[in-house]
């Protein structure tokens, strides 16, 4: 089993719609956790850290299940520059070193 | 603010070669690593330095060597290049490597014939 899964996707949704990713990790000791944007061809860019209680930046909120070991992304009122590769990423945090998960993204695409 | 400065952008190698990718950044990082994304695969550590003259090797570090002299350079060596070699690469820093937020560079695209 993958340390961090995403759903690929992928997601292709009209302007305005709302739509929400969501990603499973299976160490139960993982510290912090991420997502990242990544453009075509570009380098990824962190968007937004989660918090366990859930945190909000403009119209992207994210979530953070520990139970269930899942975080999940929602971006409502979708541009067309949303449209890029989500990565979910997950620190394990290991004390000898820093152990940086990332998971194999999933692709938004937002049409006119 | 230069960042996390990679070079070069591209870089066509044939099997057997060597070459090193560079990386700087000025930011003061002790965090320093290289990651490298193939379709479908993800992004993978290869190595990782947790300041200057401390290495460590990462998720796929075979064929790779590492060295960090300074805290600014942490450069990447291919010592005898293969096909499976063939991908995206990125330098990213940190301020300490504990799960902030990390820097990448704009990445490298290798190709080994």
């Known amino acids: 089993r993958k340390e961090v899964e995403q759903d690929p996707g992928p997601f292709n949704v009209p302007e305005g719609a709302t739509v929400a990713f969501n990603c499973t990790y299976s160490n139960s000791a993982s510290q912090s956790f991420f997502w990242y944007r990544q453009d075509c061809r570009k380098e990824p860019k962190l968007l937004m850290s989660v918090y366990s209680s859930g945190n909000e930046d403009g119209r992207f909120t994210a979530q953070l299940n520990r139970a269930s070991q899942y975080i999940s992304l929602l971006i409502r009122d979708s541009k067309l520059s949303d449209s890029a590769t989500y990565l979910c990423v997950v620190n394990i945090g290991r004390a000898s070193g820093y152990a940086l998960n990332f998971g194999k993204g999933t692709s938004l695409l937002v049409t006119p | 603010n230069a960042g996390v400065t990679q070079t070069p952008k591209f870089q066509v190698l044939k099997t057997g070669q060597s070459m090193t990718l560079q990386c700087a950044q000025d930011m003061n990082h002790e965090y320093m690593s290289w990651y490298r994304q193939d379709p479908g695969m993800g992004l993978r550590l290869i190595h990782y330095?947790?300041?200057?003259?401390?290495?460590d090797q990462g998720e796929v570090p075979n064929g790779y060597n590492v060295s960090r002299s300074t805290t600014e350079d942490f450069p990447l060596r291919l010592l005898s290049a293969a096909p499976s070699q063939t991908s995206v690469y990125f330098c990213a820093s940190s301020y300490s490597g504990r799960g902030e937020k990390l820097f990448f560079g704009s990445g490298t695209q290798l190709s080994v014939l």
């Open positions: 330095s947790v300041g200057a003259g401390i290495t």
